[in-house]
C-alpha cells in the first residue's frame, strides 16, 4: 500500500546550519506531496506542497522537489533559525481517493 | 489559526470509559479528517467524513466511531478505553473531496489512567 518514509530524529543544528530531511514514498499513480510542520503545542501546519513530477514546493526559505525516479521529496533549507524548530513531516495525497498518507516525523531543534 | 476548533483541549480519564472528541471544520469545508498522533507511531488517519458521509477508513479501532452532523461538525467516539489510547487526536479538514490542502485543529490530548 501506499507510504512514506523520512528521516528518523531527532535533528539538531547549529543557527544558519543548512538542513536535509529526507523523505521517500510508495504509492501507485501520481500522488501530490507535502511537508507540514508542528510547532510546539499546536497542530500541524501546511509548509509546501508538489502535485507532479520535477514540482519543486517552497516557503519560507524551505524548498522540496518531487523526485518521480527516485520516489523522494527530501525538505532542505539553506540556513535555519531558532524559529524553525518543530516537527516536520512528510506526506501523500493520492490521486484516487482523498486518503494522506503520513510519515512519522522528524523532530528539528536549532539552537543559537 | 487555521478556523477549525476542537474540544476538549484536554481530557483525563480512567480505563474501560467512554469519551467524546468535537471538531468543527473550516468555514465552508465539507470533509472531516480525524488522525492520531501517539509517540511511537507518528501520525495515523483513522477516518475521513464528507457532507455526513464516510468516505474513507484507516487504522480505526472497532472500538471507535465517528461520525458528522448536518451543521458539518463531526465526533470522536472512543470507548472500552486502553492505556494505549493515549494519544493527541487531530481533526483536519478539506474543502471538498479533491482539495488536497488539509487545515489541522489544535488537537484534544487523551490521557488513560
Known amino acids: 500500500g501506499d507510504s512514506v518514509t523520512q528521516m528518523e530524529g531527532p535533528v539538531t543544528l547549529s543557527e544558519e546550519a543548512f538542513l536535509t530531511i529526507n523523505c521517500t514514498y510508495t504509492?501507485?499513480?501520481?500522488?501530490?506531496l507535502f511537508w507540514y510542520v508542528q510547532y510546539p503545542g499546536e497542530g500541524l501546519q501546511l509548509l509546501l506542497k508538489?502535485?507532479?513530477?520535477?514540482d519543486k514546493g517552497s516557503n519560507k526559505g524551505f524548498e522540496a522537489t518531487y523526485r518521480k525516479e527516485t520516489t523522494s521529496f527530501h525538505l532542505e533549507k539553506g540556513s535555519v533559525q531558532v524559529s524553525d524548530s518543530a516537527v516536520y513531516f512528510c506526506?501523500?495525497?493520492?490521486?484516487?481517493?482523498?486518503?494522506?498518507?503520513f510519515g512519522t516525523g522528524t523532530s528539528l531543534t536549532v539552537i543559537p | 489559526d487555521s478556523g477549525v476548533t476542537q474540544t476538549p483541549k484536554h481530557l483525563i480519564t480512567a480505563t474501560g470509559q467512554r469519551v467524546t472528541l468535537r471538531c468543527s471544520p473550516r468555514s465552508g469545508d465539507l470533509s472531516v479528517y480525524w488522525y492520531q498522533q501517539s509517540l511511537d507511531q507518528g501520525l495515523q488517519f483513522l477516518i475521513q467524513?464528507?457532507?455526513?458521509?464516510?468516505?474513507a477508513k484507516g487504522n480505526i479501532l472497532e472500538r471507535f466511531s465517528a461520525q458528522q452532523f448536518p451543521d458539518l461538525h463531526s465526533e470522536l467516539n472512543l470507548s472500552s478505553l486502553e492505556l494505549g489510547d493515549s494519544a493527541l487526536y487531530f481533526c483536519?479538514?478539506?474543502?471538498?473531496?479533491?482539495?488536497?490542502?488539509?487545515?489541522f485543529g489544535p488537537g484534544t490530548r487523551l490521557t488513560v489512567l
Open positions: 504509492a501507485t499513480g501520481y500522488p501530490s
Open positions: 508538489a502535485t507532479k513530477a520535477d
Open positions: 483536519a479538514s478539506t474543502r471538498d473531496t479533491s482539495t488536497d490542502t488539509q487545515y
Open positions: 467524513y464528507y457532507n455526513g458521509e464516510e468516505r
Open positions: 506526506a501523500l495525497r493520492r490521486n484516487t481517493g482523498n486518503q494522506f498518507y
